[in-house]
């Protein structure tokens, strides 16, 4: 598995192939289809290690939390391997339902923290019961999705202050 992560890393969806994770794992092409009948099946195991687990985090108040979770994801999206697997993953998910299955679960894991600050937030009161949760995490993660793969802008701290400032507001 962590070869084959490694190979989507390298080179996306397109460039992967059963024989290269064979060669570089030394593990028998035979073996690999023991356990994964297709290409296709291997490839969608190794985008599952991309299913963020990040902890929520708890600081008391909704902006820490939020802060605490989007300074997290701009790192990841700045040093982790499934950043450079991502926008693969997406194009194939547009052609392919078991990629776009795939695609739903990585976006839900990203999000899932967001949700249950935003939730917790709701409970207490800091925000309206009737806020759409799911509209906030899209305001609130798409513009890191944005400045990382199509401006390239940085997501430095005053980035990320300004815009939950924003979005909170």
Known sequence: MATAFEL?????????????????????????YRHWPTREALVIDACSQMIAQQETPDTGSLEGDVKAILV???????????????PSIIDTAERDPEFADIHSRIQRGHAAPLR????????RGELSARVDVS???????????YRRWFSREPIDDQFLEELIKRVLA
């Not at 509209?135 to 999705?145: D, E, T, V, W």
């Open 116 to 123: 249950e600050v935003l939730e917790r937030a709701a409970d």
């Open 72 to 86: 997290e994801i701009a790192h990841l999206l700045q040093t982790a391997n499934w950043s450079f697997v991502l």
């Open 8 to 32: 989507l890393g390298e080179g996306g969806v397109a460039r992967f192939t059963v024989d290269e994770v064979a060669r570089r794992s030394g593990v028998a092409k035979t073996t690999i």
């Open 135 to 145: 509209a906030i995490i899209a305001l609130l993660l798409g513009p890191l999705f």
